[in-house]
């Protein structure tokens, strides 16, 4: 009985200690992938096209990771590096592609071996982020493949420091590109993601300048008015 208690013991802690190994390493060449094809925001897709097998290889060590939402940061670093890797997968697979909308089905129908499921994009996003955590600054991590989307960083997320990396994203957004300010005219122009997702940035009784300003620098009166630009979806290719 003791023997069969060690080695019960010792299988698993040589499990614990092979998902850890496989996850560190996961985020570890996740990030390598990034610094090398991500440059000021954009993707270098033509040169990952030609040679493919970096991102194959990252993505094949996240089919077989498994992540709890009890860990929050390494479940959110896991699923928000394994949908921007998929995105440029999408985009890589169909190269050269215009827009991610000219592929039929290339958020909601093509489907990726991650985390120990088949998933969509739209299933990433909606059902295993949003609608676990309810927080807005997902919309500036999770990159679609589009010039209206919010830059990707050539790094990735990791647990330890991906609370921080989404707000600063987010700050970067709401600084940025993200919104037209027009203050002779008292008017804010933002992103169509703001009015598509306006229910994520108006929770607690908030509405979207009061959270634009939570990140702004230069704050917003809140007697502006707030309109929206058409988004661009036109691939973020380097």
């Not at 050539?154 to 600084?175: E, G, R």
């Not at 607690?204 to 009061?210: M, T």
């Not at 634009?212 to 661009?232: G, Q, V, W």
Request: net charge positive.
């Amino acid at each position: 009985m003791k023997k069969h208690i060690i080695i019960v013991f010792t299988m698993s802690l040589l499990s614990v200690t092979s998902f850890a190994q496989n996850t560190n390493e996961f985020f570890s060449k996740a990030d390598a992938f990034f610094k090398t094809y991500v440059v000021n925001g954009k993707v270098d897709y033509s040169k990952i096209h030609n040679e493919p097998k970096t991102l194959d290889e990252v993505l094949k060590l996240a089919e077989g990771i498994s992540v709890s939402k009890t860990d929050a940061s390494v479940y959110q670093a896991f699923w928000i590096n394994a949908y921007n890797l998929s995105v440029i997968k999408g985009i890589v697979d169909n190269y050269p592609l215009n827009s991610p909308l000219d592929k039929k089905g290339f958020f909601d129908k093509t489907t990726y071996a991650l985390g120990g499921k088949n998933t969509t994009l739209n299933n990433i996003e909606h059902k295993l982020l949003r609608e676990v955590f309810n927080d807005a600054r997902f919309h500036f991590v999770l990159v679609c493949g589009a010039v209206g989307c919010p830059p990707l960083i050539s790094k990735a997320y990791l647990p330890k420091t991906v609370d921080s990396q989404m707000t600063k994203q987010t700050k970067i957004a709401l600084n940025g590109s993200f919104l037209k300010v027009n203050a002779k005219k008292k008017r804010v122009e933002a992103s169509q993601i703001m009015e598509w997702y306006k229910g994520d940035f108006t929770m607690n009784g908030k509405n979207e300048i009061d959270f634009i300003n939570l990140y702004r620098t230069e704050k917003i009166a809140t007697d502006f008015k707030l309109s929206y630009f058409p988004y661009n979806w036109k691939t973020n290719a380097l």
